[in-house]
């Protein structure tokens, strides 16, 4: 474990399923991120989170909602995907001020159907 | 638009083969350059380079930045089995008060080869 857990590690839901990635980071920092890794493309980041504020949302389809209610957790609220979200998406935390300690969680493998 | 860019996508070698992974960069208010290993799921650290022409190594991977140039190399030496897996390049912003925003390369996919 890289000190940054998320659950499920895998998860297959259906186009008119609500589901909730959880993250959860044991390293005191104080910044998280969601990134989505799909196959053949670079990481996408999709939202971050600074002290608790929403400081970046790229551009991100309102089916995915994300919620910070401390530090320390991270979700994304998900809600009539489609099947091109299929994808790895995966949680990141940090200090706000370095970047040297970026870890990675492990990730949630979505498959939608 | 920030853009990181990785070469090549993917490499085959044999073991005890060198191999260099390429990456350039433009990323507004650059700080620093960090290399990833990936192989199953969470990305691990593996170098941050913020000064130009300084080699950082560990074990048989080094890598070096320029940033004249806007380019980095990751170089493994003595490849072995193990160290087949996604190599992710990123160019991070952060600094300061701010956040760190990293933006990826696609990644260069290795393959060793017994």
């Known amino acids: 474990e890289t000190g940054v857990t998320q659950t499920p590690r895998h998860l297959v839901m259906g186009m008119t399923n609500k589901k909730s990635l959880k993250c959860e980071q044991h390293?005191?920092?104080?910044?998280m991120y969601w990134y989505k890794q799909s196959a053949k493309k670079p990481l996408e980041l999709m939202f971050v989170?600074?002290?608790?504020?929403?400081?970046e949302n790229n551009s991100v389809p309102s089916r995915f909602s994300p919620e910070c209610p401390n530090s320390s957790h991270l979700f994304l609220h998900l809600h009539t995907l489609q099947p091109e979200d299929s994808a790895l998406y995966l949680c990141a935390s940090s200090q706000v001020d370095r970047i040297y300690g970026y870890t990675f969680g492990s990730g949630t493998r979505l498959t939608v159907v | 638009e920030d853009k990181v860019v990785q070469s090549p996508l993917s490499l085959v070698v044999h073991e005890g083969d060198t191999v260099t992974l390429n990456c350039s960069y433009e990323?507004?208010?650059?700080?620093?350059l960090l290399w990833y290993k990936q192989e199953k799921k969470a990305p691990t650290f593996l170098f941050m380079l913020?000064?130009?022409?300084i080699e950082k190594k560990s074990g048989r991977l080094s890598s070096i930045l320029d940033k004249k140039e806007l380019f980095s190399i990751l170089n493994i030496t003595a490849t072995q089995t193990g160290d087949s897996a996604v190599y992710l390049c990123a160019g991070g912003n952060a600094g300061g008060t701010s956040y760190g925003k990293l933006t990826f390369g696609q990644g260069t996919i290795l393959t060793v080869h017994p």
């Open positions: 989170y600074s002290l608790e504020e929403r400081v």
């Open positions: 913020t000064s130009s022409g």
């Open positions: 990323v507004t208010n650059f700080r620093s």
């Open positions: 390293l005191g920092h104080n910044a």
